[in-house]
């Protein structure tokens, strides 16, 4: 039979090959998952992964898609790393992008050097507003965050969806539950001209940069680290863990803020109520496939932002709901968060029947 | 007056009883120390399969049956995952969610705005027909009835039977439990499977009963409210209930309101439930003391033999 076995070590070589094992296991499972509905395996993964960057500006789509995953991303995984789980980064970023779009709207002839920053600091505050409430309900009054910045979440997509059908509705947009195109001047420069590539792709690379450097080369990043290994030695060691909670809810909710407010300004231009296709739970998976390390999420949501544009030709091509990209998704954190066993066990083949007694 | 508090309380049951299936599954799973928390998923990969095998069977015991079996099918993923590979249960929980979701919305797809075969009200003659009792205590489908069962069997399981003193015990020391020679990984792999069927059953509950129709995402984070009635009951089964009807009466009340066509936005009061799970989290949590003296002490905690 075959057994599990601590390894007492952790593997260098698992370290790195058990992201690269989960991905090629996605692959053979969704097309056999493909396969079983009649769908021809080979092509239906091809457009889900090849196709999308062959298409003219795929690049360019690419990296807009990544910019508020790899963004959320980092913040959740130095959230994690503390074992802190904020797993409703969608309300953080769809509040942010509520409080940044409100901005655009209230002063849309304000001049842009002045507005902009505003935009994206009312955006920030958002996103920190709700997370910081989760950690002070977590730190005051015990409550799980788990739970709360869940709920956080649904409550935020309702108080969007009453907005923009409400008082924030266009009145010249025939009745769509949608606001008003924000002002040009509101809406933050472009990298290129004409294009979509908004300040968010720039700072998604910084932030994860910047986050890495706390992380692996602060005090503070130690105690994040600490906390989330051993909490009681953090605990012993005098790190408060409250303070720690704080930091951890407010970057993460703030990151996830930013991500929405430059995707309410930078990609869509309004408010809409299905802002979010579930970034903020993608998120999640793209820390994890970075190994919570905010670097690695670079590659990660790279890669997980290429299944949303997947999704999206293989609806257009093959005509398959683009749902699909919520199981793609969804089996590779199972893989991913299986391989990662091999990090620190071995499997050996046992002949059958004897059984270590230890 | 009368009629009102009829439809009411008719209402507060329905609403509550996926809850309730889905949260007595959680509870047992919670109490040998796992915690699931794919149960959005696993309800609506019930939802789907049990519409989908109603609508194909002309059937809705079938339907039933298939979303049991559906339940079952995730929740094993689940446990192969996270019991024999021992990863963690926050992160798998989530990947069963999020697979749950994608996978009921993609084989969904074709089954929105279709009707199936509902399941059927009781009517016992003479009782049901009794006012305001009849319609309360007599009038509802199986499933509600079989909720309130399976909770009664699983409050007696847990504090009255052998099986449920080596429930506890794995739940509670799984070291322990190891030591007087109790197979905890299969222990555990039972309990999943058991909250798996309950969630499944939960979102047959959804899509043949309670809103008789498949949309995506119809479930709409019960899965999640359960999980934290599980927290807010504080492992007991008798709170479970009250914290169902609690909810279900939230629920009831912010479509009734909406009915009624009062000046609140309907998207705010569909808010209220979510509002309400916070604010009794909170309540309930806030006396820590208490929550871990009830709380399974290997919860979330992964057992290796030697390890």
């Given at each position: 039979m075959l057994r599990i076995e601590p390894r007492g070590?952790?593997?260098?070589?698992?370290?790195?090959?058990?992201?690269?094992?989960?991905?090629?296991?996605?692959?053979?499972?969704?097309?056999?998952?493909?396969?079983?509905?009649?769908?021809?395996?080979?092509?239906?993964?091809?457009?889900?992964?090849?196709?999308?960057?062959?298409?003219?500006?795929?690049?360019?789509?690419?990296?807009?898609k990544a910019a508020p995953l790899v963004m959320m991303g980092v913040g959740l995984s130095l959230a994690y790393r503390a074992n802190v789980w904020n797993i409703g980064a969608d309300g953080q970023f769809i509040l942010g992008a509520i409080c940044g779009g409100g901005m655009a709207l209230a002063f849309p002839d304000a001049p842009a050097w002045a507005i902009f920053p505003v935009v994206v600091l009312a955006g920030i505050i958002g996103g920190m507003l709700n997370g910081g409430l989760v950690a002070w309900l977590r730190i005051r009054f015990n409550a799980n965050e788990i739970l709360t910045s869940l709920m956080f979440a649904y409550i935020s997509q309702y108080l969007l969806v009453y907005l923009v059908t409400g008082p924030w509705r266009d009145p010249q947009g025939y009745g769509f539950p949608q606001t008003a195109m924000f002002a040009d001047n509101t809406l933050g420069p472009r990298l290129v001209a004409d294009s979509n590539l908004h300040i968010g792709?720039?700072?998604?690379?910084?932030?994860?940069?910047a986050l890495w450097l706390m992380l692996e080369r602060s005090l503070l990043g130690f105690q994040f680290r600490v906390l989330g290994q051993a909490a009681r030695a953090a605990r012993f060691a005098g790190f408060r863990e409250s303070r720690l909670v704080w930091v951890a809810m407010l970057i993460s909710g703030g990151l996830a803020g930013l991500a929405g407010v430059l995707e309410a300004t930078g990609t869509v231009g309004q408010l809409t109520p299905n802002l979010s296709p579930g970034y903020g739970f993608t998120a999640i998976i793209v820390a994890f496939l970075g190994r919570l390390n905010p670097l690695g999420v670079i590659p990660a949501g790279l890669l997980l932002a290429l299944t949303y544009l997947g999704g999206d030709a293989a609806q257009i091509s093959l005509g398959l709901p683009n749902a699909v990209t919520g199981i793609f998704q969804g089996i590779l954190l199972f893989f991913l968060l299986g391989c990662d066993m091999l990090l620190l066990n071995r499997v050996r083949w046992v002949s059958g029947g004897t059984r270590a007694a230890r | 007056m009368t009629t009102l508090l009829?439809?009411?309380?008719?209402?507060?049951?329905?609403?509550?009883?996926?809850?309730?299936?889905?949260?007595?599954?959680?509870?047992?799973?919670?109490?040998?120390?796992?915690?699931?928390?794919?149960?959005?998923?696993?309800?609506?990969?019930?939802?789907?399969a049990g519409f989908a095998a109603a609508h194909g069977t002309g059937l809705a015991s079938v339907?039933?049956?298939?979303?049991?079996?559906?339940?079952?099918?995730?929740?094993?993923?689940?446990?192969?995952?996270?019991?024999?590979?021992?990863?963690?249960?926050?992160?798998?929980g989530l990947a069963l969610t999020i697979f749950g979701r994608?996978?009921?919305?993609?084989?969904?797809?074709?089954?929105?705005?279709?009707?199936?075969?509902?399941?059927?009200?009781?009517?016992?003659?003479?009782?049901?027909d009794l006012p305001v009792l009849g319609p309360v205590l007599f009038g509802h489908d199986a499933l509600v009835y079989l909720a309130l069962a399976l909770l009664a069997?699983?409050?007696?399981?847990?504090?009255?039977?052998?099986?449920?003193?080596?429930?506890?015990?794995?739940?509670?020391?799984?070291?322990?439990?190891?030591?007087?020679?109790?197979?905890?990984?299969?222990?555990?792999?039972?309990?999943?499977?058991?909250?798996?069927?309950?969630?499944?059953?939960?979102?047959?509950?959804?899509?043949?009963?309670?809103?008789?129709?498949?949309?995506q995402d119809m479930t709409a984070g019960r899965g999640w409210v359960a999980v934290a009635l599980v927290t807010f009951s504080a492992w007991r089964p008798v709170w479970l209930l009250v914290g169902a009807w609690f909810f279900g009466a939230l629920m009831y009340l912010s479509l009734y309101v909406q009915a009624l066509g009062v000046a609140v936005p309907s998207a705010l009061l569909s808010a209220l439930p979510y509002v309400g799970t916070v604010v009794v989290l909170v309540l309930i949590s806030r006396d820590a003391r208490r929550i871990r003296l009830h709380r399974p002490a290997m919860l979330g905690r992964p057992f290796q033999v030697g390890g």
């Open positions: 070590c952790e593997s260098k070589f698992w370290r790195y090959a058990s992201p690269l094992l989960a991905l090629v296991l996605t692959g053979v499972v969704s097309g056999l998952i493909f396969a079983a509905m009649g769908r021809p395996p080979g092509r239906t993964v091809y457009t889900f992964l090849v196709m999308p960057l062959l298409q003219q500006d795929g690049l360019q789509a690419l990296a807009v792709v720039v700072l998604a690379p910084l932030v994860a940069v | 009829v439809a009411f309380l008719v209402s507060t049951i329905a609403a509550a009883t996926p809850l309730l299936l889905a949260a007595t599954g959680e509870l047992v799973v919670e109490k040998t120390g796992v915690l699931n928390l794919g149960v959005e998923g696993m309800m609506l990969g019930g939802a789907i339907g039933v049956l298939a979303a049991l079996a559906a339940g079952v099918a995730l929740s094993l993923l689940f446990a192969v995952i996270c019991l024999t590979l021992q990863t963690n249960q926050t992160a798998t994608g996978f009921s919305a993609l084989l969904g797809a074709g089954y929105v705005g279709i009707p199936a075969p509902t399941l059927p009200k009781l009517h016992v003659p003479g009782l049901s069997a699983v409050a007696w399981c847990i504090r009255w039977t052998h099986l449920g003193l080596v429930m506890r015990a794995v739940g509670d020391s799984h070291e322990a439990a190891h030591a007087l020679g109790y197979p905890v990984v299969a222990i555990r792999y039972g309990a999943v499977a058991f909250g798996g069927a309950l969630a499944g059953l939960a979102g047959a509950y959804m899509s043949l009963a309670y809103t008789p129709m498949w949309a």
